[in-house]
């Protein structure tokens, strides 16, 4: 019994990783219209600006968050600006291939710089065992759960009730509406863009400090299971992309401790498989392109 | 004395190869209501949709309060200026409460206690949708839908309303509620350009009526005269007037 609630906590707390990076994506992708393909590399990018930021400046650990955080989100800035604006409009296809070569120059680029290989990152916090019941936890696992948890609340709080979220879901709606109401569409989509960037770079140093390795191309670890849970759980309700996430977390948990570690990452594509020829639109629908 | 609200010059818009509107002309006086009335497909919403920057005219010009040239200008833009738009079908926004959608009508003002207010105000007026305020707006049945998206478009005290066929899909009794509600709002100020395929009722309350038909303004003048007129059963023949 014990065993097993270790382990649904275990799957909680990488579920709200891949909870935070689902959710960027699927912020862009519903008000946009577009998949960003960069979006895993944009959280590598900040777990490496946070590295760097650790070395040169402080390693203090809000320090190296927000250092994180600013460099997702600078290089989201970018990325709207140069790649993803032009092509509004353009066939989804367009964005997908552009932003898929970002990926690959990111990667590619950052590997010339940091090596292809995982490199030693800062853990910033003491590593204690705390008990909750029977069960024990890393100090380090429960603050990575904790900063997810307060990234997904402040995204939710977002879309909820300030003026600029309610619109950011208004256009992923009706988007000639939102318009047509005094929504400057281009603004809110940046401002998506840079925000979704930020959250996935709070995320990546979280996870960084948590296993104290950053790796050039641990994007593909997150980026396909978070858009998976994208796929899955449908674009439509915000909270159907969390508990997705979470879900996700806790079956491969569980599947690692009770069946196979090998089998764990399988978890996610039967589960896209099933859920595809199920419900094609996600477990909780979609909003029509 | 000023001139019109709003001067629909010579507006031609095309789809590809597909004439959806051909050299309209129509204005909309201060005060007044004006209904564009024809079958479908005769290019009505196109022509709302010009007029909101929603759709891209190949030719003409459409010009607000005099000088205001709108076709260089983008949605939201056009919307700050005074123009409010309930359109086709409503489309609330469906996920988001009713309370919200009011919200999003006053999105174009930053002064939130003003918005708050005039929010209050339209509870207030409709107390149907006060009860119903935190519910999904795609919740609600059509005639309070459409309460919605009136109020949503009064919410930003437009001083011009573009509404599209808000008969569309409601029983008699609530069109018959809607076109008393046109009515009061336009006698507090409100400018209308009004869609409709509802012949008659719109023009009850019309002081000015415009016949389109495949995309041409064929008939013009004022509502009670356009009333009378044989063709206007003719185009609607089966089921309006």
Redesign the interface.
Known sequence: MILLLQQILNGLIIGSTYAVVAVGFSLVFTVLRVINFAHPDIFMLGMFAGLWGAHLVSSNIVVVLLLGAAGAGLFGLVLEQVVIRPLRGRDVLMTLIATLGVAIMLENGMALIEGPDPVAYPTLLPQAPVHLGGIAIGSRQLANFALSLLVLGFASWYVRATRYGRATRAIAERPDVAAAFGVNVDVIARITVVLASMMAGVAAVSVGALYGSAWVFVGTLYGLKAFIVMLVAGNRYFEGVVAVALGLGVVEALVTGYISSSLTDAVAFCLLILVLYFRPDGLFGSYAI | MTGPLLTVSNLSVRYGAVPAVADANLTVEQGEIRVILGANGAGKTTIIKSI???QKATQGSIRFDGAQELRSL???Q???LGI??V?EGR?L????SVL?NL???G??STDRATTERRIATMLERFPRLAERRHQLAGSLSGGEQQMVAIA?ALV?QPRLLLMDEPSLGLAPMVVRDVFALVREFNASGISVLMVEQNARQALAIAHWAYLLETGRVVESGPAAKVAAKDNVKEIFLGGHA
Do not use: E, V
């Not at chain 2, 926004?93 to 988001?96: A, E």
């Open positions: 909101l920057g929603l983008r949605p939201h056009i919307h700050q409010a738009w359109p489309q926004f469906n996920t988001l919200d919200r999003m009508g999105f174009a949503r930003s």
